[in-house]
């Protein structure tokens, strides 16, 4: 079997890479700083509406008569609250078991 083998010769100048425009560098500068501009904005944005929330909720919950209840009194107004004489599983002078 014989074979042929052909000879391609290389290119005697291969293209050069081309510097790039000003125009296309500052536009591409321009593009970046607007992204991270975007991101910063967003970013304050979401921070603020955060702060404002949890002042509103720190806010609620430090004011007057959060945590009483209009519907259910601990008590009655009109009964007298006294301390009591005797205490449960307290051994005392009258228990039985001291005669």
């Not at 979401?46 to 404002?52: Q, R």
């Not at 430090?62 to 209009?70: A, I, K, L």
């Amino acid at each position: 079997m014989k074979q042929k083998f052909v000879h391609h010769p290389l290119r005697p100048n291969p293209p050069r890479a081309q510097a790039a425009s000003a125009k296309l560098v500052v536009s591409e500068y321009v593009a970046y700083v607007a992204a991270l501009s975007i991101g910063v904005v967003v970013a304050i944005i979401t921070f603020a509406y955060a702060a404002n929330i949890t002042i509103q909720w720190l806010r609620t919950m430090s004011g007057p008569n959060y945590f009483s209840s209009q519907a259910q009194p601990v008590s009655h107004p009109n009964e007298k609250i006294s301390a009591p004489t005797k205490f449960a599983l307290v051994a005392g002078a009258e228990s039985p078991g001291t005669k």
